[in-house]
């Protein structure tokens, strides 16, 4: 189960203490704050999962592709492992896989945006990817790119960071039927705090 998230200007961010990103396991990095801390010992074989993710996606993006009723996509360059938006992303496949979920919003009522920024990611637009239940990365990704939603998300040429969070922990609910948890989340960091440039279904 894949589900592809609309786009837009994150929320301002609430001056987080960032400090420098701390590595863990195997060159994995997230920033080194309270609130990326439940995600900074992570398991190496779940980093190495989101690493083969990022270069599965950069793969697609050089080779471009057709989304879909979302139309054909130009090759795009490679985007860049965040720390900021790997705490994101890594923070809402364990809340989900945790709390038994599958949604863009968490119960609480945060948006992917308003997660982005909590984890100290702050730019013009922003994008989301989630997905449940498969096994492997080249798994994840080519059903993502088999749905025009999550294939333009990937596609989008305006995006030049990812933060990639696998989850694949025990579930607190014990009526969840999964406990592989994917996010991908993108943005765009040059645009500032400024209208976002790029077209719908981004801003």
Request: charged share 15%; hydrophobic share 35%.
């Amino acid at each position: 189960m894949t589900e592809a998230g609309s786009a837009g200007a994150p929320a301002p961010a609430e001056d987080p203490a960032i400090e420098e990103p701390v590595a863990v396991g195997d060159g994995v990095e997230v920033p080194a704050t309270d609130h990326c801390a439940a995600v900074a010992d992570w398991d190496p074989a779940w980093a190495e999962f989101e690493e083969e993710v990022l270069r599965l996606t950069n793969e697609a993006r050089a080779a471009g592709a057709t989304c879909g009723e979302l139309g054909p996509f130009e090759p795009a360059g490679p985007l860049v492992m965040s720390p900021e938006l790997r705490c994101a992303a890594r923070l809402h496949s364990q809340d989900m896989g945790q709390q038994g979920y599958f949604d863009h919003d968490s119960p609480d009522g945060r948006t992917p945006f308003d997660r982005m920024s909590a984890a100290g990611y702050s730019g013009g637009g922003g994008g989301e990817n989630i997905a449940m239940g498969q096994p492997t990365p080249a798994d994840v990704v080519a059903g993502w790119m088999d749905s025009p939603g999550h294939c333009s998300n990937i596609m989008q040429p305006g995006f030049t960071e990812i933060g990639i969070g696998y989850w694949a922990g025990a579930a607190d609910n014990p009526w969840f039927n999964s406990n592989v948890l994917w996010t991908q989340n993108f943005g765009a960091p040059g645009f500032g705090g400024g209208a976002c440039p790029l077209p719908p279904p981004w801003c």
